[in-house]
C-alpha cells in the first residue's frame, strides 16, 4: 500500500454483525482484514453488551431525573452505546478520555461517581470531577475544544514518557469547527498519540449531515491531515471494539493520531430541551431504533452460547441497583454556597463584580 492507502478509511463502513445479529457472511472484507481489524474474544464482547446494558440503564435514569427537576439538563446518548463503551473499555492505565456533554455514558463505563460527573448537568458546578484524578477532561460545551485538550495532553504524555493516549470524543457538526483543525492538525504534526472518535449521529441539534458536510466520510477529513482514519459502523459493537483496538495501538506504538468516524444514530432529542419531531420524522427513528446496538450483539451473544437469559436478567437486576442509587444520589440537595458565582471569573475581580458579590452577601446576610 502506498502512504496515502495506509491513511484512507475503507470503502464502506466497517461492520462484523449484520443489524439481524448474526456475523456478516464472510467476515468484515478484505479492506477491513488488510488494516487489521480482528474479531475480540468472546469474553471482551460480553464485556461490552454488559456496559452498554448498564450503561443505557444510566442514560434512561439520567433522562428521568431531568423530569423530576433533579437534573438540569441531560444530553442522552441511546442508540450511540457502542461508540460510548467500545472505546473506553479499550483504554489502559495511562490514558486520558476527553469526553463532549453528550458522553456522560462513556464516564460512567470509566467508573467516575455519579454524584460527580452529574454535578456540571445539575448547574452546580463547572466539573464535579478531578480531571487529574480521574484522568478525565471536563464535559465540553464549547464545540470542539476537547480536541485541542486531547492532542495537547497526548503530546504531553509523549514528552513525559508515560506511554498514554489521548481519547477525544466529538460530534459530526463540531468538525465543521476551527479547533477541530487545529487538534487534528497539530495531533498529526506532532505525532500525538490521540484516539478521535467522531459519533456522527446525523445531527448537529437540528442540522442535518447534508447541511454540515460534502466529504463522503467525515473520515476522509482525517486523511487530509495525514492522520490514518477509518469509518465503522458505529451500532455494531464488534466492529467498534475491533477498530478500537487498532486505533489504540496504532497511537500507543508510535504511528501518531487515529480518527475513527462512527456512523450511528441519537434516538432521543438532541436535549431534554428540545423537540425532534420538528425535524426528523418517526419513520426515520423506527429505522434506527430497528438497528439498536445492544439487540444486536445481545441476539448474537445468546445465539452462541455466550450468555444465557439468566445473565441477561442479572444484568438488568444490576442496572436497577445502579439506577436505585443514582436516585438516592441526586434526591440529595448539594450544600452550595452562591458567593462561588464570583470565584474564578477574574484573576482580578472587576469592580462591577465586587459590587455584584456585596448584593449577594448582602441578600445572603438577610436569610
Ligand atoms: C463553539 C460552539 N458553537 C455552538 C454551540 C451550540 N451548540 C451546542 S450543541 C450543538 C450541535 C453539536 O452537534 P454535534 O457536534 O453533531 O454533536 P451532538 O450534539 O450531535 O452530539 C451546537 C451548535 C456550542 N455549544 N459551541
Redesign the pocket.
Known amino acids: 500500500m502506498t502512504d496515502v492507502q495506509q491513511l484512507l478509511p475503507c470503502s464502506e463502513p466497517v461492520r462484523f454483525l449484520e443489524p439481524t445479529g448474526t456475523l456478516v457472511a464472510g467476515g468484515p472484507g478484505e479492506e477491513a482484514s488488510a488494516r487489521g481489524y480482528a474479531m475480540p474474544e468472546p469474553e471482551a464482547l460480553v464485556e461490552v453488551w454488559r456496559n452498554m446494558v448498564l450503561g443505557r440503564r444510566f442514560d434512561a435514569q439520567a433522562t428521568a431525573l431531568t423530569k423530576q427537576g433533579r437534573l438540569a439538563v441531560y444530553?442522552s446518548s441511546r442508540g450511540q452505546d457502542a461508540c460510548q463503551v467500545a472505546p473506553v473499555l479499550t483504554m489502559t492505565g495511562p490514558d486520558w478520555l476527553f469526553p463532549?456533554y453528550?458522553d456522560s455514558m462513556a464516564l460512567f463505563v470509566r467508573g467516575l461517581n455519579p454524584a460527580e460527573s452529574m454535578a456540571q448537568l445539575r448547574g452546580n458546578w463547572h466539573s464535579g470531577y478531578d480531571p487529574k484524578a480521574t484522568q478525565t477532561g471536563p464535559q465540553t460545551?464549547?464545540?470542539a475544544t476537547q480536541a485541542l485538550h486531547a492532542a495537547g495532553a497526548a503530546y504531553g504524555m509523549v514528552r513525559r514518557g508515560t506511554g498514554g493516549v489521548a481519547l477525544c470524543y466529538?460530534?459530526?457538526?463540531?468538525t465543521s469547527?476551527g479547533d477541530f483543525h487545529e487538534g487534528m492538525n497539530f495531533a498529526a504534526v506532532f505525532n500525538a498519540p490521540t484516539v478521535f472518535v467522531v459519533?456522527n449521529?446525523k445531527?448537529?441539534?437540528s442540522v442535518p449531515l447534508a447541511k454540515q458536510t460534502k466529504a463522503p466520510s467525515l473520515a476522509y477529513k482525517g486523511v487530509g491531515y495525514g492522520v490514518r482514519s477509518e469509518q465503522v459502523d458505529g451500532n455494531d459493537p464488534i466492529a467498534m471494539l475491533a477498530v478500537s483496538r487498532a486505533a489504540f495501538e496504532h497511537a500507543r506504538s508510535g504511528g501518531g493520531p487515529f480518527l475513527i468516524e462512527a456512523h450511528t444514530y441519537?434516538m432521543e432529542a438532541?436535549t431534554n430541551a428540545d423537540d425532534a419531531t420538528r425535524y426528523r420524522s418517526s419513520d426515520e427513528v423506527d429505522e434506527w431504533v430497528g438497528r439498536d446496538p445492544i439487540v444486536r450483539l445481545q441476539t448474537w451473544l445468546l445465539a452462541e452460547g455466550h450468555i444465557e437469559d439468566a445473565t441477561v436478567e442479572e444484568v438488568r437486576a444490576e442496572g436497577e441497583e445502579i439506577a436505585a442509587r443514582i436516585r438516592s444520589i441526586m434526591n440529595e440537595d448539594a450544600v452550595l454556597d452562591p458567593m462561588e458565582l464570583f470565584e474564578h471569573v477574574y484573576a482580578e475581580p472587576t469592580p462591577q463584580l465586587r459590587e455584584q458579590a456585596a448584593m449577594v452577601a448582602a441578600e445572603e446576610a438577610l436569610r
Open positions: 444530553p463532549t453528550r460545551t464549547p464545540l466529538i460530534g459530526d457538526g463540531a469547527e459519533q449521529n445531527y448537529a441539534i441519537r438532541h
